[in-house]
């Protein structure tokens, strides 16, 4: 172990991407120990990964965020400065009005502290898109007064709201995302539901995002999703449509997390183990395209936080085409074996059942 320590220290800092590739694709694994991933799918004949037709339009409105989690693939916080601007902004509104995708997905960091988000939505929810989802860490809506009417806001615009909630106890909730997130999240929800959200008759959709609180993978997402019910109406009266269950990929902290742990090799091996060739079908990016606070396009957000921009000649907002995006070829890389893992994951839970 103390060879993997020195190792991810002499690729020196992780947090830079071009570093976390290398060694993700080098790593500590001697050549033939870990398949590579492109390997992996070209068994089933599906290398190159190809994009299917483009349903989700994925926008990361920027990287500040009240919360500083461990597992935060985005390395999200209080401190960053990138935030979508305007003028980008005006750009994805213009692709969103002649776009064939069906859904628009706004994450970040906290997309709400965009000083431009309440306008984006506004505007964007003119557009006719079907699904609006909005990626709430729910403890934004607590954290300054100017966030409290978020709720009659999301319902105004008919939002469907996805909150990560990691847990149905105090505990393990506070320990993955900081004290206090568990009661703030739990009164963040009761908002939700009293203006309608999860009601029955009312069509305000409310999801929840669960991610393990450690170096293993999700259980089943059904039998989860079933816990959460119960646990979460008996002990806080609290209702929710469905709960995605995402795998935790082996980038930014939780690649840092997983090297401080010692829990790396285990971990990727476990990925390699539960490989599942149904999961390749649907993995995200198949149906997504990910854009950057500054309107660079990726295959995910994944790949935008390693800086692997799509393979195409259209890689920014301002010279978007959607014929030559779903023309291109996949960019992948060993962190993918965390979508195709047992059920396969993705932003929308998993991708298998
Ligand atoms: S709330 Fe989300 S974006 Fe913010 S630090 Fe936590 S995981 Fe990252
Ligand atoms: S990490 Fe991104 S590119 Fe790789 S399989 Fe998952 S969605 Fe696709």
Not at 1 to 22: H, I, T, V, W
Not at 126 to 147: E, W
Not at 322 to 351: F, K, M, P, W
Request: proline share 4%.
């Amino acid at each position: 172990m103390a060879l993997l320590k020195s190792l991810a220290a002499r690729e020196n800092d992780l947090s830079n991407p071009a570093n976390q590739l290398k060694f993700l694709s080098n790593g500590i694994f001697k050549k033939g120990e870990l398949p590579l991933f492109k390997d992996k799918i070209a068994e089933t004949n599906h290398f190159p990964l190809k994009p299917k037709k483009l349903e989700i339009l994925q926008l990361n409105l920027g990287y500040m965020c009240n919360q500083v989690c461990s597992h935060c693939h985005v390395d999200a916080g209080p401190d960053r400065k990138e935030i979508m601007t305007m003028e980008t902004m005006e750009q994805c509104l213009e692709v969103i009005r002649n776009t064939g995708a069906h859904t628009l997905d706004l994450t970040g960091g906290a997309p709400e502290m965009n000083p431009n988000f309440r306008w984006f939505v506004e505007e964007a929810s003119k557009a006719g898109i079907k699904d609006f989802i909005v990626r709430s860490n729910l403890t934004i809506i607590l954290a300054n007064k100017k966030y409290h009417d978020l709720p009659e806001f999301f319902k105004k615009h008919k939002v469907h709201v996805a909150s990560s909630l990691p847990f149905y106890k105090r505990d393990k909730t506070d320990k993955q995302r900081g004290e206090g997130v568990f009661d703030k999240s739990i009164k963040a929800l009761q908002m939700l539901n009293a203006v309608g959200y999860a009601q029955e008759g009312t069509g305000l959709k409310l999801d929840l995002v669960y991610n393990p609180s450690g170096a293993f993978l999700p259980t089943n997402q059904q039998a989860l999703e079933q816990d959460f019910k119960v646990a979460l109406k008996e002990d806080f009266n609290i209702d929710f449509n469905s709960l995605f269950a995402i795998t935790n990929l082996p980038i930014s902290r939780f690649l840092e997390y997983l090297i401080a742990s010692e829990n790396y090799e285990d971990y990727m091996y476990a990925l390699v183990e539960a490989y599942n060739p149904v999961a390749v079908e649907n993995v995200m990016c198949t149906n997504t395209i990910s854009i950057s606070w500054d309107g660079w396009l990726y295959d995910c957000d994944f790949n935008q936080m390693l800086g692997l921009k799509v393979d195409s000649k259209v890689q920014h907002i301002r010279d978007y085409n959607e014929d030559l995006l779903n023309d291109r070829n996949i960019i992948i890389s060993q962190h993918c074996y965390g979508c195709t893992a047992g059920a396969g994951s993705s932003c929308q839970g998993t991708v298998t059942e």
